[in-house]
T-cell receptor, first 113, second 111 residues
Framework: DTAVSQTPKYLVTQMGNDKSIKCEQN?????MYWYKQDSKKFLKIMFS???????INETVPNRFSPKSPDKAHLNLHINSLELGDSAVYFC????????????FGPGTRLLVL | AQSVSQHNHHVILSEAASLELGCNYSYGGTVNLFWYVQYPGQHLQLLLKYFSGDPLVKGIKGFEAEFIKSKFSFNLRKPSVQWSDTAEYFCAVKDTDKLIFGTGTRLQVFP
């Protein structure tokens, strides 16, 4: 009964490839987020969706495209992967965008070779 | 926009030592503040949060934090650390609809 789950847990791929990371939450939350954690552990928000609508879009390259098929899912698609995309990507959810506690998924470690 | 500073990048302690990790945010008004912990290889978990009320907040695992408005600070404390507290600790502040995280403090506790 995992609250926020992500697949895959690890992803190793070549530069130039396109890949997707999936996130699902079973908490009944309305808001979901994607964060990127770099090699220095710095955690920065990328996107936020509330009820399937994009509400936060930080200065992220347009190679990154989030998709929310329903409010329990927020997937992240990355086109033309670059070396600098190597990071840990965390999905999170909260009840409202105005922020109750955010619950984080286990992370997806992406390594671009 | 808000920003968060964590000045202690790496802290090394022996078991039973007391801990204080610094966190400062950039500007005042109403603030919502959080401390998250990331154990090795795991996801972030909430330790404690401050929204309003008593500025001394108790969290899980014996942690507490004190909100001092005049100092723009929200330092994390624990009177006696354990080896199992070895982890990365992140302070965060709410900025409109998102959380702004500090750069984290790596805590290593040796037996």
């Amino acid at each position: 009964d995992t609250a926020v789950s992500q697949t895959p847990k690890y992803l190793v791929t070549q530069m130039g490839n396109d890949k997707s990371i999936k996130c699902e939450q079973n908490l009944g939350h309305d808001t979901m987020y994607w964060y990127k954690q770099d090699s220095k552990k710095f955690l920065k928000i990328m996107f936020s969706y509330n009820n399937k609508e994009l509400i936060i879009n930080e200065t992220v390259p347009n190679r990154f495209s989030p998709k929310s098929p329903d409010k329990a899912h927020l997937n992240l698609h990355i086109n033309s992967l670059e070396l600098g995309d190597s990071a840990v990507y965390f999905c999170a959810s909260s009840q409202e965008p105005s922020l109750e506690t955010q619950y984080f998924g286990p992370g997806t470690r992406l390594l671009v070779l | 926009a808000q920003s968060v500073s964590q000045h202690n990048h790496h802290v090394i302690l022996s078991e039973a030592a007391s801990l204080e990790l610094g966190c400062n945010y950039s500007y005042g008004g109403t603030v919502n503040l959080f401390w998250y912990v990331q154990y090795p290889g795991q996801h972030l978990q909430l330790l404690l949060k401050y929204f309003s009320g008593d500025p001394l907040v108790k969290g899980i695992k014996g942690f507490e934090a004190e909100f001092i408005k005049s100092k723009f600070s929200f330092n994390l404390r624990k009177p006696s650390v354990q080896w199992s507290d070895t982890a990365e600790y992140f302070c965060a502040v709410k900025d409109t609809d998102k959380l702004i995280f500090g750069t984290g403090t790596r805590l290593q506790v040796f037996p």
